[in-house]
């Protein structure tokens, strides 16, 4: 029922910018939190933020705080990601997820707690 489409991911110099989007639907409630996560090659998805719709509560892993900035607009159901000052360890595949109901909250980001998903836009960052 609850479908998020990623988009906005392409490939940039270390340094460079990206802003993320996600585009919820089905969603029938008030109150849901929405993370992002990230996975590369090897790897285990990893959480990246979150947000909530209830209080505005956001959440940053250690490896992005202060480079990366969650927002939401909740008239379009979309969530947003800007990225700045890019690194090659940024370079992974993101997904954007709802919480499921009686979820955690946003004051970290479990994959496990988060059960409707997107597909994934890819993000490069390489000179």
């Known amino acids: 029922q609850v479908q998020l489409v990623e988009s906005g991911g392409g490939s940039v110099q270390p340094g460079g910018s990206l802003r993320l989007s996600c585009a919820a639907s089905?969603?029938?409630?008030?109150?849901?939190?929405i993370g992002w996560f990230r996975q590369s090659p090897g790897k285990e998805r990893e959480g990246v933020s979150c947000?909530?719709?209830?209080?505005?509560?956001?959440y940053y892993s250690d490896a992005v705080k202060g480079r990366f900035t969650i927002s939401r607009d909740n008239v379009e159901n979309t969530v947003y990601l800007q990225m700045n000052s890019l690194k090659p360890e940024d370079t992974a595949v993101y997904f954007c997820?709802?919480?499921?109901?009686?979820?955690?909250?946003?004051?970290?980001?479990?994959?496990?707690?988060?059960?409707?998903w997107g597909r994934g836009t890819r993000v490069t960052v390489s000179s």
């Open positions: 947000i909530s719709s209830s209080d505005g509560n956001t």
């Open positions: 089905g969603l029938t409630s008030d109150y849901y939190v």
């Open positions: 997820a709802t919480e499921r109901p009686g979820g955690y909250g946003c004051y970290d980001v479990y994959p496990g707690l988060y059960d409707s």
